[in-house]
């Protein structure tokens, strides 16, 4: 049996427990994707105008660096989300989002949601609650992986 967008949504932590209602407007802004290993879903500086809810696959997110070419970040899997920069003026990806097993997700026009959240304030900010969670776990993760690459001598 097919599930629709809303009901995939419902079941994802970032999404679950919102009402139905609101369920329904984050819904009409996603589409189902499918994309190859290999591929960018966003690069540095690029307009942010979207996210992904990762259904199936893996994606590193990277910053290149000079001399040593792509060192990755963070790396995000089944079940969570990529993305949140489409949340922040000026909506820019501030890393690279390179596929490195084929992933399938819900792609979200943060375009479209952005124009929700500020016709419904209570859903923006309830998003941004939920979203906010998600930035602070990537920033521990990406202070680990530093912590990792530099040595802990300097670490408080």
């Known amino acids: 049996m097919q599930r629709s967008i809303a009901d995939l949504l419902a079941h994802h932590d970032v999404f679950n427990g919102l009402p139905p209602d609101d ?7 996603g589409q189902n994707t499918v994309v190859a290993a290999g591929t960018y879903l966003f690069r540095e500086g690029d307009p942010a105008d979207t996210f992904f809810v990762l259904r199936e696959g893996r994606v ?3 910053v290149f660096v000079p001399d040593r070419g792509p060192l990755v970040v963070d790396t995000a ?3 969570e989300i990529v993305g949140v920069s489409w949340l922040f003026p ?3 990806w501030q890393f690279d989002g390179r596929v490195v097993e084929p992933v399938r997700a819900i ?5 479209c949601l952005r124009g929700k ?3 419904d304030p209570r859903l923006g900010f309830e998003l941004m609650k939920r979203f906010a969670a998600i930035m602070q776990r990537r920033m521990r993760s990406a202070r680990l992986r530093l912590v990792d690459l530099y ?3 300097h670490a408080r």
């Open 23 to 29: 369920l329904a407007l984050i819904a009409g802004c």
């Open 60 to 62: 590193a997110m990277e």
């Open 77 to 79: 899997e089944q079940g």
């Open 90 to 92: 000026p909506y820019r």
């Open 107 to 111: 792609r979200l026009d943060g375009a």
């Open 117 to 119: 959240c500020e016709a």
């Open 151 to 153: 040595g802990g001598a």
